[in-house]
């Protein structure tokens, strides 16, 4: 692990190393002045004594083989032979796209998105991976991104070996193909390209970026995220240390462009390199989630198919990138630790890429538990509608959002039945309720009601014998075209007879045992009986005038009430549901 060092490492480390910690003398520069930090090999209970002293503790690696801790302690200073730099980067990933112009294209995400160049002034840079690569198409979004920490060097060879096998393979193997076909892939290998060129210019340890805090320099790019940027678990308030949260949440150009991007791609997964470790992060460091048992199986899985024996662990931190996709997005999201070294040859990098690659492919074949679009009830276009999972404990505001040309959605959720509220401007709010299969992924599509059409309760009714209000709901569309209409009515007393009825003389007025909301009715329906569980449903043909009316008019505001009977009910043993006001739209 990394401590940070309240004085100038060398100091630090015999301190501690006459307190008995086994210190790996010189394994971080010792510089003039702050950051400094001191790497160590410590058991938990080591481990925790640290914690307990306030200092600001990263785990860096589990078990390295102590020939690794030697080669780094011996190498020369700077990046070994063969890690390309940011120019040699981008012409990979040019180089890529000129030979594969169907299947793959170099976005510049900084003009797309018209967001702040970083400190120097670079952009930032991915490959878009997929069939018909210049089409949107209703695909699921896959992000691998590497080299947060620019110190990293294995994670862009990762990124950039991805990006190799998926289109050099696409058309020999099959399963490559499936998954290009299926998903539309992004790869950024580079998110940190200032401090990416420092590794190779000045301090190839440097993780940060490089702005600069008056005498300090540098924001970890890893804990800017504006999701857990404030928690017990976030990073350093300091400018000075190696995990600086940064000045406020989302401060840099990095993470602003990153928020942006996926704004506009809704990543359903998302993949996330950094070294080293060789495991698979979940989760946040410091609140749990109502999802962390799904969310840990699935990181074993990773881990496993990625060749790390199933390894994985909580984070060390919050503010972190897949933690931000995961809760403001509700993708599928990991962050695996490559390799046992930061710089190891540019060879044992490109052994480590084979070795990860068949975890990817696995994630790329893994189903969403959830997925389905939100879309106006009438005329189905796409909408941008935030969904919250209102029936698992979530305590951190996380949400799952809908969007783009399709409407569509993305959620990792765990198996079971869930409620979800869901949101957009200018349309009603709906409380909808989903099963998600246990395994093959689930699809749910969503219609909204623009306010002031679509189905509103207007008028409230008593509780009944099963000591519960009943509830009246629409299930399908307002739409005429559509003809997707049913009138639901829950909560009602089991095995009883009940009917439904229309009209357009909106009142409120006690009868029998309950309240009365449409006088003068225009149509029956036949009696229906409630099943067993205290629930019926009334199908209306908005084709037929079936119902004696002339038509269902387009625009035309219509109530609907059920009266039922209910044994314990006052006056004739009638009760009634609450009135629905439905205005029907093409
Ligand atoms: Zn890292």
Redesign the pocket.
């Known amino acids: 692990m990394r401590v940070d060092a309240p004085v100038p490492a060398a100091v630090f480390e015999q301190q501690l190393a006459a307190e008995g910690f086994d210190v790996l003398f010189g394994a971080t520069p010792d510089r003039p002045g702050p950051p400094w930090s001191v790497e160590l090999i410590v058991l938990p209970a080591e481990r925790a004594a640290l914690a307990a002293r306030g200092l600001t503790i990263e785990v860096i690696a589990k078990g390295r083989p102590f020939a690794d801790i030697l080669a780094e302690q011996s190498a020369a200073r700077g990046v070994p032979s063969g890690y390309l730099d940011n120019a040699g980067i981008l012409a990979e990933l040019n180089s890529l796209a000129a030979s594969y112009p169907a299947l793959a294209q170099v976005v510049d995400l900084t003009t797309t998105y018209g967001t702040p160049a970083t400190v120097e002034g670079r952009h930032l840079y991915a490959l878009k991976i997929s069939d018909n690569v210049a089409m949107e198409e209703d695909e699921p979004a896959f992000l691998m991104v590497a080299a947060?920490?620019c110190r990293?060097v294995v994670t862009p060879v990762i990124a950039l070996d991805t990006a190799n096998r998926l289109l050099s393979t696409y058309a020999t193997d099959a399963v490559v193909r499936a998954a290009v076909d299926a998903n539309e892939i992004w790869i950024a290998p580079v998110w940190n390209p200032d401090g990416y060129n420092f590794v190779f210019t000045g301090d190839n340890l440097w993780?940060k970026n490089r702005r600069v805090f008056g005498g300090d320099i540098g924001v970890d790019q890893?804990r800017n995220y504006p999701f857990g940027w404030n928690t017990g678990c976030s990073g350093s308030t300091s400018p000075s240390s190696n995990t600086y949260k940064g000045p406020s949440p989302g401060s840099e150009a990095e993470t602003q462009t990153m928020v942006a991007w996926s704004a506009d791609r809704r990543f359903a997964m998302v993949l996330d390199f950094?070294?080293r470790g060789r495991e698979t992060l979940w989760g946040y460091a410091c609140p749990s989630t109502p999802v962390d048992t799904l969310w840990r199986a699935k990181a074993t899985q990773l881990s496993q198919a990625s060749g790390y024996n199933g390894d994985e662990r909580p984070p060390s931190a919050d503010g972190e990138h897949y933690q931000w996709q995961f809760a403001t997005h509700g993708s599928m999201s990991f962050l695996t630790?490559t390799h046992t070294s930061f710089q190891p040859t540019h060879a044992s990098a490109m052994a480590e890429a084979a070795t990860v690659w068949p975890g990817t492919l696995w994630f790329l074949a893994e189903d969403m538990p959830l997925t389905g679009t939100v879309t106006d009830g009438c005329s189905g276009l796409p909408l941008e509608a935030t969904i919250r999972v209102t029936s698992l404990g979530f305590t951190e505001g996380e949400v799952i959002v809908s969007g783009g040309a399709f409407g569509r959605y993305h959620a990792f959720l765990p198996a079971g039945v869930h409620t979800m509220r869901v949101e957009a401007t200018g349309y009603t709010t709906r409380d909808v309720q989903v099963t998600i299969a246990a395994a093959g992924g689930t699809t749910f599509d969503i219609g909204l009601d623009a306010v002031g059409s679509g189905a509103v309760v207007f008028c409230n009714a008593t509780a009944n014998s099963t000591g519960q209000v009943p509830t009246i709901s629409v299930n399908g569309s307002s739409s005429i075209a559509q003809n997707q209409f049913t009138v639901v009515v829950e909560r009602l007393p089991a095995l009883q007879l009940a009917f439904l009825f229309m009209g357009q003389n909106f009142v409120q007025r006690p009868v029998f045992g309950g309240v009365l909301c449409i006088d003068r009715q225009s149509y029956r329906f036949p009696l229906t009986p409630v099943d067993l569980f205290g629930y019926t449903a009334q199908t209306v043909d908005l084709t037929q005038p079936t119902h004696q009316l002339s038509s269902v008019a387009v625009g035309s505001t219509w109530g609907f009430q059920l009266i039922y009977r209910d044994p314990a009910a006052g006056g004739w043993g009638l009760n009634y549901s609450p009135g629905l006001s439905v205005t029907f739209c093409p």
């Open positions: 947060h920490h990293e993780r890893n950094h070294s630790e």
